[in-house]
């Protein structure tokens, strides 16, 4: 994702946030020498910061970057000193839209996540078959967000393509009513569920659970807990899930055996948890979060004797921040996303905000050195699956 956070001025710097995606096009040096010239006068005019929606594991510098909003717990760099690390992310500004409307809670238990691998997807159906074979009929509403379904089934090593031949497998047809898969953002964008409906699903529901194995910081179940909804999350979690995690709004799980057993203690037990609205509010309510975040801005600028614009549009930062708000053109990001899909779209870009005609032959450069890049890290990626399940 990268979104101009705030325009430059004649008398103030700008904001620009990259995400972590889009690392390697500041990294690879064999290709930045190329853009590096218009990459440096574009940074006497904005400040680079990077959001992390990924979990950050000991990572390499990044240059150029100014600063790095990631969670607490996501993780940190190999040098410390080089890469500053600001504890805001997509999960600090959730829609004020999001709050406890005391609803009946007609679903045990909702989960909201993508269908990769990573995700604990398939965990979760087993959990479900080991809970219906012990007679109790919990009801589970599984939300998943995926591009289109073509994307989706086309890509079985990124996507978790036996989603739907493991429900059929798992749950039984008796038993299927109790399991209500719920795919959205599919048919290449043309349905999907809005901030509104999403609060409505989480207040009739009692839990709800992230069974990943890695994680960033994770939007969904803190707009879950926002709604009265608890957490079940996975206790060796990599990244910032566990962050604003308590006795008294979740419950972890130690393995996926354990699962199972803590789906029914947490259903059985969810009026016992108590959540601290105001403490969850100021954590992560765009309300609360947005003068913070101004706060810290307002103190960057003064520290490099820049002025700053008061009236900085910080509005939808948990969409902005996470690719969902789309606002460059179609050809230099990636299909229903914000991302910048390649290095030659990403000199294209650059060369946008500075108001300049891309070079044709820096372009075509650069297109011969990405695919040189993408084949190599493509045989690198298959001889270490080779070797790894020899």
Not at 35 to 51: P, T, V
Not at 338 to 358: A, E, Q
Request: charged share 30%.
């Amino acid at each position: 994702m990268v979104y101009v956070l705030n325009k430059n001025k004649k008398n103030s710097k700008g904001v620009i946030v990259f995400n972590s995606s889009e690392a390697d096009f500041f990294k690879k040096r064999f290709i930045e020498n190329i853009y590096s010239h218009d990459l440096n006068l574009l940074k006497k005019k904005y400040f680079f910061f990077m959001h992390w929606s990924w979990a950050l594991r000991n990572e390499n510098d990044v240059p150029y970057i100014d600063y790095h909003l990631a969670p607490i717990g996501g993780g940190s760099f190999k040098n410390k000193k080089k890469n500053k690390i600001i504890n805001f992310s997509s999960r600090n500004f959730i829609d004020k839209i999001f709050i406890n409307k005391s609803y009946k809670r007609i679903y045990d238990v909702i989960s909201v996540l993508r269908p990769t691998p990573e995700k604990g997807f398939k965990s979760l159906i087993n959990a479900a078959h080991k809970i219906y074979k012990k007679k109790i009929f919990l009801k589970f509403l599984i939300i998943f967000p995926m591009a289109s379904d073509k994307d989706f089934y086309s890509q079985p090593d990124r996507y978790y393509t036996n989603l739907i031949s493991d429900y059929k497998r798992l749950i039984k047809k008796k038993d299927r009513k109790y399991f209500t898969l719920l795919p959205i953002n599919t048919f290449d964008s043309k349905y999907m569920l809005n901030k509104e409906a999403m609060c409505n699903f989480y207040n009739l529901s009692k839990i709800c659970i992230l069974p990943s194995i890695i994680e960033g910081g994770n939007r969904a179940i803190h707009e879950a807990l926002l709604c009265g909804c608890p957490v079940i999350y996975y206790k060796n979690v990599v990244g910032g899930v566990a962050d604003y995690m308590e006795k008294n709004n979740s419950i972890s799980y130690d393995s996926e055996n354990d699962l199972p057993n803590k789906i029914i203690k947490a259903v059985r037990d969810y009026k016992k948890f108590k959540i601290d609205k105001k403490k969850t509010r100021d954590l992560v309510s765009e309300n609360y979060q947005i003068p913070k975040f101004k706060k810290v801005l307002n103190n960057i600028y003064r520290s490099r004797k820049v002025k700053f614009d008061k009236n900085i549009d910080l509005s939808e930062l948990d969409r902005k921040l996470d690719s969902h708000k789309i606002n460059i053109s179609p050809k230099l990001r990636e299909p229903h996303s914000n991302h910048i899909k390649d290095f030659v779209s990403f000199y294209k870009y650059i060369c946008f905000l500075l108001g300049k005609k891309p070079s044709f032959l820096k372009s075509l450069f650069i297109i011969v050195l990405q695919k040189t890049f993408y084949f190599l890290r493509y045989i690198k990626y298959n001889l270490y699956i080779k070797m790894r399940y020899r």
